[in-house]
């Protein structure tokens, strides 16, 4: 067999692969054969234990971790390549993210009995595990990278997302992988002002907040996200505050056991440095145009990129004509490099940002509701060039999401959800041409945070199921946060009884450290309500959103491996003055929630039924319901048993509805029958059992049994004499609770008189047809 040279590269390359992974493999299993299994307990100020161990599963990979807290227990895996990809130019990381029901004892309910793709709540804990690791990854690490995170068991007290998180820096740090870890995360709650550490599914149901919070050394932040009931700025800086110190304790354990056992860190293979002489070249043929165009106030976002890539293109030129042995993809990085290092010494150099704005000026927003007549809550909120359409439709409660057993258990026992926020980024909001396919982790990930944070002004016993659904027509930054604004005008245009307005605005932050040693933070800016280029270029995009008394929702991703608390106090201290403008403007379209309903909202009904009348108005195989339905389009839901809801999309399709049930009820209208009156009744039928009667010609025939015909025992009602058509006086004795038959008695009558018959056929006539 002859060999080519690329097959023996490619071969060479699989060898080492596999040498590699055996000798991590025989290095977990010496220590395993020792007996000795790596791992520490934390220790948490409310007195609550989380342990994390190592080395006894999955010792194939570069490092694994299992955190464990009450039964609740996750297995992560770091896996990365030998090798970086040639002519990658980021960091490839996956992380996967899998709630497993046998975790939980329990079988999937869809029709392979297995799990399938993955949950909306899997892709959000996946990316909220991405982003408290990835700013502490080296810059110039370009290697393709894994994180498998496996549930092994799951009770139904701890969140295993915050497991999930510590198990992947316990595994990272006693890998091989270059990562300038560990971190440490706790989930925070607030109860009556105490804050709540790691709380249990319970007490996070009581808990005014929803915090996660991962920092590293030196209480630096590195990520935050959480939900909240309108809580006050004093209580959430308190909650970051203690969530940053208890996350300390995770840090000095893992830390502990990285010294112990951690393997020797590969060396970052740092791509290809470019010639001195070729970065003077890149920076001087450009320094001057691109200086000009970052502060020319009159760009808008596709002028200024057109701009940028026209002086991109003429430098690349230029240099590769002079430097031909250059590749012109490392000319076009280096371009990037200074464009980037150029844009942010002009924020601190000039007290103005590119677009002519201060470091705290808001762009200019304009607003409007009501924007067609059959839409029950419209709103187009434009804040600079962002631009977001939101519509709201009410439906029935049957229209509510169900969620399976798995999210269920991790929403505190929610069944059902009957808000949801659907948010849509098409390509033509950024002037490119897309597919338009199924919803991408991006959109997912926008929608929940824009959900999160108008969920808690809305009423818990509102009667309609709401979708609101965002459309971004223009995105230049901070889309998500013009879909909570929009989202809170369509709402109330929409009648909804919100409890208060809410609005939501992107902080950005640009840092600089001395020598480029991130761990000495020189100085830096905060920008409130940033551009695109300002969240791409900065170190920072913090979303906050809320009411004008307190937080809702609150979202950081950093680019920097960690920033001090105080950045943090003074970020939330701007978005806090942010948002109150926000409000102003937004009144100015609409302030409360409509009073005066529109011709096209949908109205919501209750009607009683009695017991017996149910299978009249339900029909024979719930005919008469689906009547209802396709003539009018309204539905009938049972509420309990003698109330029925009916839900109408309009006010005359519900008149036209009620119209129908009344000519279903109509024909079993019956007169009000006194409790044991006598009436006199005609035998329709005779049978083995006793007799059929009726009190009234509309009325269906009652049993009058053999035991209540007469005082002496019978066994068939021709021994009376009875026939059909004859008349007999009859005792009533109301309904049977259970079943609503009437009870009727003629053998109490076979004595003295007790009462004056009475004949219902006159008052059949005036009430029952």
Same mark, same amino acid.
Request: glycine share 8%; charged share 25%; hydrophobic share 40%.
């Given at each position: 067999?002859?060999?080519?040279?690329?097959?023996?590269?490619?071969?060479?390359?699989?060898? *080492? #692969?596999?040498?590699?992974?055996?000798?991590?493999?025989?290095?977990?299993?010496?220590?395993?054969?020792?007996?000795?299994?790596?791992?520490?307990?934390?220790?948490?100020?409310?007195?609550?234990?989380?342990?994390?161990?190592?080395?006894?599963?999955?010792?194939?990979?570069?490092?694994?971790?299992?955190?464990?807290?009450?039964?609740?227990?996750?297995?992560?895996?770091?896996?990365?390549? $030998?090798?970086?990809?040639?002519?990658?130019?980021?960091?490839?990381?996956?992380?996967?993210?899998?709630?497993?029901?046998?975790?939980?004892?329990?079988?999937?309910?869809?029709?392979?009995?297995?799990?399938?793709?993955?949950?909306?709540?899997?892709?959000?804990?996946?990316?909220?595990?991405?982003?408290?690791?990835?700013?502490?990854?080296?810059?110039?690490?370009?290697?393709?990278?894994?994180?498998?995170?496996?549930?092994?068991?799951?009770?139904?007290?701890?969140?295993?997302?915050?497991?999930?998180?510590?198990?992947?820096?316990?595994?990272?740090?006693?890998?091989?992988?270059?990562?300038?870890?560990?971190?440490?995360?706790?989930?925070?709650?607030?109860?009556?002002? %105490?804050?709540?550490?790691?709380?249990? !599914?319970?007490?996070?149901?009581?808990?005014?907040? &929803?915090?996660?919070?991962?920092?590293? @050394?030196?209480?630096?932040?590195?990520?935050?996200?959480?939900?909240?009931?309108?809580?006050?700025?004093?209580?959430?800086? @308190?909650?970051?505050?203690?969530?940053?110190?208890?996350?300390?304790?995770?840090?000095?354990?893992?830390?502990?056991?990285?010294?112990?056992?951690?393997?020797? *860190?590969?060396?970052?293979?740092? $791509?290809?440095?470019?010639?001195?002489?070729?970065?003077? +070249?890149?920076?001087?043929?450009?320094?001057?145009?691109?200086?000009?165009?970052?502060?020319?106030?009159?760009?808008?976002?596709?002028?200024?990129?057109?701009?940028?890539?026209?002086?991109?293109?003429?430098?690349?030129? @230029?240099?590769?004509?002079?430097?031909?042995?250059?590749?012109?993809?490392?000319?076009? %990085?280096?371009?990037?490099?200074?464009?980037?290092?150029?844009?942010?010494?002009?924020?601190?150099? !000039?007290?103005?940002?590119?677009?002519?704005?201060?470091?705290?000026?808001?762009?200019?927003?304009?607003?409007?509701?009501?924007?067609?007549?059959?839409?029950?809550?419209?709103?187009?909120?434009? !804040?600079?060039?962002?631009?977001?359409?939101?519509?709201?439709?009410?439906?029935?409660?049957?229209?509510?999401?169900?969620?399976?057993?798995?999210?269920?258990?991790? #929403?505190?026992?929610?069944?059902?959800?009957?808000?949801?926020?659907?948010?849509?980024?098409?390509?033509?909001?950024?002037?490119?041409?897309?597919?338009?396919?199924?919803?991408?982790?991006?959109?997912?990930?926008?929608?929940?945070?824009? %959900?999160?944070?108008?969920?808690?002004?809305?009423?818990?016993?509102?009667?309609?199921?709401?979708?609101?659904?965002?459309?971004?027509?223009?995105?230049?930054?901070?889309?998500?946060?013009?879909?909570?604004?929009?989202?809170?005008?369509?709402?109330?245009?929409?009648?909804?009884?919100?409890?208060?307005?809410?609005?939501?605005?992107?902080?950005?932050?640009?840092?600089?450290?001395?020598?480029?040693?991130?761990?000495?933070?020189?100085?830096?800016?905060?920008?409130?309500?940033?551009?695109?280029?300002?969240?791409?270029?900065?170190?920072? &995009?913090? @979303?906050?959103?809320?009411?004008?008394?307190?937080?809702?929702?609150?979202?950081?991703?950093?680019?920097?491996?960690?920033?001090?608390?105080?950045?943090?106090?003074?970020?939330?201290?701007?978005?806090?003055?942010?948002?109150?403008?926000?409000?102003?403007?937004?009144?100015?379209?609409?302030?409360?929630? !409509?009073?005066?309903?529109?011709? #096209?909202?949908?109205?919501?009904?209750?009607?009683?039924?009695?017991?017996?009348?149910?299978?009249?108005?339900?029909?024979?195989?719930?005919?008469?319901?689906?009547?209802?339905?396709?003539?009018?389009?309204?539905?009938?839901?049972?509420? &309990? %048993?003698?109330?029925?809801?009916?839900?109408?999309? #309009?006010? +005359?399709?519900?008149?036209? +509805?009620?119209?129908?049930?009344?000519?279903?009820?109509?024909?079993?209208?019956?007169?009000?029958?006194?409790?044991?009156?006598?009436?006199?009744?005609?035998?329709?039928?005779?049978?083995?059992?006793?007799?059929?009667?009726?009190?009234?010609?509309?009325?269906?025939?009652?049993?009058?049994?053999?035991?209540?015909?007469?005082?002496?025992?019978?066994?068939?009602?021709?021994?009376?004499?009875?026939?059909?058509?004859?008349?007999?006086?009859?005792?009533?004795?109301?309904?049977?609770?259970?079943?609503?038959?009437?009870?009727?008695?003629?053998?109490?009558?076979?004595?003295? +008189?007790?009462?004056?018959?009475?004949?219902?056929?006159?008052?059949?006539?005036?009430?029952?047809?």
């Amino acid at each position: 067999m002859i060999f080519t040279r690329k097959t023996l590269k490619l071969l060479n390359y699989r060898l *080492k #692969s596999i040498a590699v992974a055996r000798l991590s493999a025989h290095r977990c299993l010496q220590s395993s054969a020792s007996g000795e299994v790596p791992s520490v307990e934390v220790k948490f100020s409310n007195g609550r234990n989380m342990s994390i161990s190592s080395g006894k599963l999955a010792r194939f990979a570069n490092g694994t971790a299992v955190c464990q807290m009450g039964d609740t227990a996750v297995m992560v895996t770091a896996v990365a390549k $030998p090798k970086p990809t040639p002519g990658q130019n980021f960091m490839p990381l996956v992380v996967d993210y899998r709630l497993k029901n046998a975790a939980s004892g329990r079988i999937p309910m869809n029709f392979m009995r297995r799990e399938l793709g993955p949950s909306e709540k899997e892709i959000l804990s996946a990316r909220l595990i991405d982003r408290s690791l990835r700013p502490l990854f080296n810059k110039d690490y370009r290697t393709e990278t894994q994180l498998v995170c496996n549930m092994l068991a799951m009770d139904a007290v701890h969140s295993p997302d915050i497991l999930a998180i510590n198990a992947a820096s316990m595994a990272l740090s006693l890998s091989d992988i270059p990562w300038n870890g560990p971190i440490g995360a706790v989930r925070v709650g607030l109860s009556d002002g %105490e804050v709540l550490i790691n709380p249990t !599914r319970r007490e996070l149901q009581s808990s005014q907040l &929803d915090l996660v919070v991962s920092a590293t @050394k030196q209480n630096l932040v590195v990520m935050l996200e959480g939900k909240g009931n309108v809580v006050l700025m004093q209580d959430l800086l @308190k909650a970051i505050k203690q969530g940053t110190r208890e996350a300390q304790l995770i840090i000095h354990e893992i830390e502990r056991l990285q010294k112990a056992y951690g393997r020797k *860190k590969r060396e970052v293979e740092s $791509p290809n440095r470019v010639d001195p002489e070729l970065q003077e +070249a890149v920076r001087s043929m450009c320094e001057m145009r691109l200086r000009e165009i970052f502060q020319d106030a009159n760009h808008d976002k596709i002028s200024r990129d057109n701009a940028v890539n026209e002086v991109r293109s003429n430098v690349i030129d @230029k240099v590769w004509s002079s430097y031909p042995d250059t590749e012109p993809g490392v000319i076009g %990085e280096e371009f990037n490099q200074t464009c980037r290092s150029i844009f942010r010494e002009l924020i601190f150099e !000039r007290n103005y940002r590119c677009d002519g704005r201060d470091y705290d000026t808001l762009r200019n927003i304009s607003c409007q509701v009501d924007m067609y007549k059959p839409l029950h809550g419209s709103a187009l909120f434009q !804040r600079g060039q962002t631009q977001v359409f939101c519509t709201v439709s009410l439906d029935s409660p049957e229209s509510a999401m169900k969620l399976d057993s798995l999210a269920a258990l991790d #929403s505190g026992g929610l069944k059902a959800k009957n808000f949801m926020l659907h948010y849509e980024f098409p390509p033509y909001a950024t002037g490119e041409v897309g597919r338009i396919g199924p919803l991408g982790r991006r959109e997912l990930g926008h929608g929940a945070l824009a %959900e999160r944070s108008l969920l808690p002004t809305l009423p818990h016993d509102y009667p309609f199921t709401v979708r609101l659904t965002s459309e971004v027509l223009e995105s230049n930054g901070s889309s998500s946060m013009a879909s909570v604004c929009g989202g809170s005008l369509a709402l109330m245009d929409a009648g909804v009884p919100v409890s208060a307005p809410a609005a939501g605005v992107a902080i950005g932050l640009v840092t600089k450290y001395e020598n480029d040693d991130t761990k000495h933070l020189q100085d830096y800016r905060i920008l409130t309500d940033i551009l695109g280029i300002e969240d791409y270029m900065g170190d920072m &995009d913090m @979303k906050v959103a809320g009411t004008r008394k307190g937080f809702t929702a609150i979202q950081a991703d950093l680019k920097v491996p960690g920033i001090p608390l105080k950045v943090v106090m003074e970020s939330l201290q701007k978005a806090t003055d942010a948002k109150s403008k926000i409000l102003d403007i937004m009144g100015e379209a609409i302030r409360e929630p !409509r009073k005066y309903p529109k011709d #096209s909202w949908p109205v919501s009904e209750t009607i009683s039924v009695e017991p017996h009348q149910r299978s009249q108005l339900i029909g024979p195989s719930g005919l008469h319901m689906k009547r209802i339905y396709l003539e009018t389009g309204a539905t009938l839901t049972a509420a &309990d %048993e003698s109330h029925f809801a009916v839900f109408a999309p #309009s006010q +005359a399709a519900m008149d036209e +509805a009620k119209e129908l049930i009344e000519g279903y009820m109509v024909k079993e209208r019956i007169p009000d029958l006194e409790f044991g009156g006598i009436y006199t009744a005609k035998v329709t039928e005779l049978r083995d059992t006793g007799v059929m009667v009726i009190l009234y010609p509309s009325m269906p025939p009652a049993l009058l049994h053999n035991s209540q015909l007469d005082q002496r025992k019978i066994g068939h009602p021709s021994a009376l004499g009875l026939e059909v058509g004859q008349d007999i006086q009859v005792k009533y004795f109301g309904r049977d609770p259970v079943s609503g038959f009437m009870r009727l008695s003629r053998k109490v009558l076979q004595g003295p +008189a007790l009462g004056i018959p009475r004949s219902l056929n006159k008052a059949a006539g005036e009430n029952g047809t």
